[in-house]
């Protein structure tokens, strides 16, 4: 018997998805321009139409491509989100260890400067929420867990961070689900946050970076 893995076998609509987001990618076609007709891309691809009206549809719904009834599609974007979030999905802890680093620690570095009394306010609550569920479902404190740090980054001021973060977020939900199994829960991990957020109220952004530092080393 062989000891290599069975090959996944795609469905031919990803197939397509994939010639259809590396044209993209490369440049084929510039930003408000009409993309080829569904019988010529279906000649160009090898494939049926069906699976091309197929493949559009998934573009279309993320936001890459305008199909409008009677005059054809329209590239409206370059970047495809659910390529992204799929992109993520499949990377190791080590690497979400070290975006978190690159990404959150310089946040809530930026945090510790700029946070408002309302910021301090509903990161206070997210915490109080949190530490309630820290001993008790692990899905519940996680997504309480996630409420607190999104609020940690928002509190930076800077939309394009709380827009990363909130793109990296899954991806750090599926890290904790792997790296919180001890039973009971270390209330030291926890009071870390406690630390965090002190760091962050008394506007000390080096120690509040490295008690960052710390709790995204925690095993």
Not at 12 to 24: N, T
Not at 113 to 141: F, I, K, M, P, Q
Not at 144 to 169: G, K, Q, T, W
Request: net charge negative.
């Amino acid at each position: 018997m062989s000891n290599t893995l069975p090959l996944i076998k795609r469905s031919l609509v990803d197939q397509a998805l994939e010639q259809l987001r590396k044209r993209i990618n490369s440049g084929t076609w510039a930003i408000g321009e009409r993309l080829p007709t569904e019988p010529e891309l279906a000649a160009e691809l090898g494939i049926s139409r069906n699976t091309v009206r197929e493949a559009m549809r998934v573009l279309a719904f993320s936001g890459l491509i305008e199909i409008r009834q009677g005059d054809g599609s329209y590239l409206r974007a370059l970047v495809d989100p659910l390529a992204t979030l799929q992109a993520l999905s499949r990377c190791s802890l080590d690497q979400a260890r070290e975006t978190r680093h690159i990404l959150e620690v310089e946040a809530i570095g930026l945090a510790a400067l700029r946070r408002t009394e309302e910021d301090l306010a509903g990161l206070r609550e997210a915490l109080s929420v949190s530490g309630n569920h820290y001993h008790g479902d692990l899905d519940s404190y996680i997504a309480c867990d996630l409420i607190f740090h999104r609020r940690l980054v928002d509190a930076a001021h800077n939309p394009m961070l709380s827009e990363l973060y909130r793109y990296f977020s899954n991806v750090i939900g599926g890290a904790l689900r792997q790296t919180l199994t001890l039973t009971p829960r270390r209330q030291s991990v926890f009071d870390l946050h406690v630390e965090l957020l002190a760091a962050v109220e008394q506007q000390d952004p080096e120690r509040a970076k490295a008690l960052c530092r710390t709790l995204i080393n925690e095993p």
